[in-house]
């Protein structure tokens, strides 16, 4: 077998090797799941987020680092498209894409609507796992 045929799938172990480790269940939006996670308690972000928002990828880059830690397993982060979604984004009082709304079980402790500040993304972040 040729050496090039085997490169791809090299490519691919490496991507994977170099990626850094996710802790997070990351889950795109839907009411059902999004309640059953608050009833049982979990700590959840809400990302509101569009492909094309130069925000948004910002905003991502940050919370991929961030749940590298060990810290966030037991976190679950719904992922609302923006332009797909609109009645439930909508329906949680969002007005725009890049908007992370962190809850502890049922209760919101925090948004950060439009901002790219690691500190501030970081803090929501941890306040709904501590």
Known sequence: MSPFRLMPVALAALTLLAAPAQ???V???DRVSFEAAKAAGRPILVDVKAWWCPICGSQ???IKAAIADPAYTKLVIFEINYDS???EWQA?????QGTLIGYKGKT???????K??????????QSVVR
């Open 85 to 87: 979604q609109k009645p």
């Open 60 to 62: 991502n880059r940050t």
């Open 23 to 25: 802790a997070a269940e």
């Open 92 to 96: 949680l009082g969002v007005h725009k």
């Open 116 to 125: 790219t500040d690691k500190a501030v993304i970081n803090g929501l972040l």
């Open 108 to 114: 919101e402790v925090g948004r950060v609507e439009f």
């Open 27 to 29: 889950k795109k939006f």
